[in-house]
Structures are given as C-alpha cells and as structure tokens.
C-alpha cells in the first residue's frame, strides 16, 4: 500500500467513523488528485474539469456508505470518478451527418451486390418449399416458431426442427461457397 493509499483510507475510516475534520481534508485532497486526473483526460475541453471534479466529489459524498473498508480506497474514487468521466462524454457526443444529396446515384443503383436480396432468394429458393416458407416466416417476417408452424399446417415442435434443419444446411451451402 503506497503511503498517499494509506493516508486517504485512514482519512475516509475516520470520516465514515464520524470525524468531520477528517472528512473536510479527505475531500480536500480529493480536490486536488482529482483535478489532476481530469485535466490529463480532457484534452482541450479544460472548462469541464471543475465541474467533473465537483460531481465526482458529491459522488462520493452521496456514495460513501458503500465503501468496502477492506477495499483500497483510491480504486474505489477513481472508479467514481471514471463513471463520471464517461456520463460527461456520452452527454457531450456529436454527431456528426452527412448530406444524401451527394451520394443519390450510388443509392439508387439497382444492382445486386453480394449478400443481396437476390442472393437470399436464390438460396431460399435451394431448400425445400416448407424449409425455405419457414425461414421466410422466421427470420425474415419475424413471426414466433407456433405463428410459423400454424402458417405451415406442422405444430410448433416440427416448425422447430425444420428450421433447424433448414438454417443447417443454409449453412454448410454458405461454407461450401467460402472454401470454392
């Protein structure tokens, strides 16, 4: 245990066992440590230090009575103090977009690519009729494996297993053509 370790966590102990004034310099020394910790992670955007240092510092405050005292207690503000880091970022994203009108030709090209809809016809179409309708209804469309079933005329445990059959021997054929 590093001697800052020690003095932090003998401070946070006397805190949570009552004593104020230890509490008082605790936080005082967080103020500083924390500071530190933000400056070097927030690049240019500086200004928020403070403000993420005093969040960090009422987290603590709030969260103190769920200090494991067998724990080390740097580990414990640090990881406050992360979690505040990242609520700061996910509040502060841009985002960024990019006009359509640049890219309406390649948008509209009717070609199949790879992994098309065409593509997916075509395979389907390779599998048995109630396979082929079964993967439709499921995967596809969405519907449950009794929704399915019922579409077929086959109970849900059979829906169950042509399926499994069907998306088996989708996959060996996909294999099949990676390896060619």
């Known amino acids: 245990m590093t001697e800052t370790e020690a003095r932090l966590k003998a401070l946070m102990l006397r805190s949570l066992d009552g004593d104020a004034a230890a509490y008082r310099v605790l936080l005082t020394l967080l103020n500083s440590r924390l500071r530190v910790y933000f400056a070097r992670r927030m690049g240019d955007a500086l200004g928020d230090v403070e403000d993420l240092v005093q969040e960090t510092l009422m987290a603590v405050h709030g969260r103190r009575a769920t200090y494991d005292?067998?724990?080390?207690?740097?580990?414990?503000?640090?990881?406050?103090?992360?979690?505040?880091?990242?609520?700061?970022?996910?509040?502060?994203?841009?985002?960024?977009?990019?006009?359509?009108?640049?890219?309406?030709?390649?948008?509209?090209?009717?070609e199949a690519e790879p992994g098309s809809a065409m593509?997916?016809?075509?395979?389907?179409?390779?599998?048995?009729a109630r396979q082929s309708a079964l993967v439709r209804d499921v995967k596809i469309e969405g519907l449950s494996l009794a929704e399915a079933g019922a579409?077929?005329?086959?109970?849900?445990g059979a829906a169950?297993?042509?399926?499994?059959?069907?998306?088996k021997t989708l996959a060996e054929r996909m294999r099949g053509r990676a390896d060619r």
């Open 160 to 167: 169950k297993v042509a399926l499994h059959r069907a998306l």
């Open 69 to 110: 005292r067998a724990q080390p207690f740097t580990a414990w503000v640090f990881a406050v103090a992360r979690y505040k880091l990242i609520d700061h970022w996910r509040r502060r994203r841009v985002r960024v977009t990019v006009p359509l009108d640049d890219h309406v030709e390649w948008l509209a090209t009717t």
């Open 151 to 156: 579409r077929a005329g086959v109970s849900e």
């Open 119 to 128: 593509d997916l016809e075509r395979i389907l179409a390779a599998l048995p």
